[in-house]
């Protein structure tokens, strides 16, 4: 049999390699703390999951979908004016995912041609370098680094990789770093793009998980945004639907159209219950949205503090439902260091470098536990002496 060569850019990921160490230590009997993937545990609204069993119980739910309902376009039309006051026509600057993954995987090949440029952050979600490389684009990597506070720095972008540059993804709040970026970012963001003529693409997943009384918004309601560029947003997190599915490509209508025509030839629509949820969840009252923040919140602050109590210090997220930390001293890899935590403490996190070359050094956990669970990891990890 002979396979793609783009294959062998997608090697066992670390995720895989985490899971199958998991699954021994428990079919020994050991326990595992698992902080490793950022699956939320916090269900949706119950009225939204009435919805979506109440449509599954119809049997016209079951016909191809082929298309958004209009009424899901205008409830998302009608969000993101309530939301972050950003007008979007139903009918041309929206267009659904399922999640935002598949779009993240499949809106390069509406862009990027073979050979093609595509600026991607450093760390990222991997997501964010795969889509492209699906494209066969070559990746030029736009590091985030500590001293700027995990901002990229347009300035230091060479000029002939900006030139040829047609492509570039950015998140705030973002993940892994869980940082925000200012106003001022921004609209540095928008001139580069247009001075470039460079399309871009902000995944904005953790907008309603932001903490301390920060708010979040959308890079859409920056003068010249809708111009250069699309968001991402999902519904996975600040409603609790991961497992359904649900996200939106919204803005520049020639970025969605060209999203919207390839997605015509890969799949035939959201499940149609999906889609009713959806509209459900937009609808509901947003004390849910609130309730799921402060939980987060309270994660953060039980992990970062009990894990200061144990020696491991790290800054506190400003957003997301992850947390960015340094390795234990003494240590090169975080990999390696990783795979020691496991087996010493029992508690499981992502390497940085599975986030690029820049995640070195560093580790992303993941909020996904309740807060006894949090302390319990913080008191494996004490009683293990990697931070002594």
């Not at 998991?22 to 999951?49: F, Y």
């Not at 809106?107 to 991607?120: R, T």
């Not at 040829?164 to 970026?181: D, G, Q, W």
């Amino acid at each position: 049999m002979q396979f793609a060569t783009r294959m062998q850019q997608f090697g066992e990921g670390v995720f895989a390699r985490l899971a199958a160490v998991k699954r021994a230590k428990l079919a020994a009997g050991e326990q595992v703390i698992d902080l490793s993937v950022g699956a939320p545990n916090i269900a949706p609204p119950r009225a939204v999951m009435a919805k979506l069993a109440e449509e599954a119980m119809k049997p016209e739910s079951y016909l191809y979908a082929l298309r958004d309902l209009p009424e899901l376009l205008q409830t998302v039309s009608e969000w993101y004016a309530r939301r972050y006051g950003v007008e979007l026509d139903p009918q041309t600057e929206i267009c659904s995912l399922m999640g935002s993954q598949e779009g993240l995987a499949h809106i390069g090949l509406s862009i990027l041609d073979k050979g093609d440029l595509a600026l991607v952050p450093d760390p990222c979600y991997p997501i964010f370098a795969d889509g492209p490389k699906i494209a066969e684009a070559d990746i030029y990597y736009m590091p985030m680094k500590k001293e700027h506070d995990y901002l990229i720095q347009f300035a230091d972008i060479p000029e002939d990789v900006a030139r040829r540059a047609k492509f570039m993804i950015v998140s705030y709040p973002n993940n892994p770093t869980t940082v925000l970026a200012p106003d001022s970012w921004y609209q540095e963001l928008i001139a580069f793009a247009k001075k470039y003529d460079i399309i871009v693409l902000h995944d904005n997943a953790y907008s309603e998980l932001v903490f301390d009384g920060r708010k979040g918004g959308s890079f859409l309601a920056y003068p010249g945004a809708k111009d250069v560029g699309v968001e991402f947003n999902s519904l996975s997190k600040t409603y609790g639907l991961a497992g359904a599915r649900i996200g939106f490509c919204v803005g520049n209508k020639d970025v969605v159209q060209n999203l919207r025509t390839l997605k015509s030839n890969m799949d035939y629509g959201m499940f149609l219950p999906v889609q009713h949820a959806a509209i459900a969840a937009l609808h509901s009252p947003q004390s849910v949205v609130d309730s799921t923040r402060a939980a987060y919140e309270k994660r953060r602050d039980v992990l970062v503090e009990s894990f200061a109590a144990a020696g491991w210090h790290m800054d506190k997220p400003q957003g997301t439902m992850f947390a960015w930390a340094p390795i234990a001293p003494g240590y090169q890899e975080s990999e390696k260091f990783v795979f020691d935590l496991l087996d010493q403490a029992g508690v499981m996190v992502t390497p940085g470098s599975a986030f690029g070359p820049s995640g070195e050094g560093f580790v992303r956990m993941a909020l996904v536990q309740d807060e006894e669970v949090l302390q319990q990891a913080a008191a494996c990890i004490k009683q293990s002496g990697l931070f002594a």
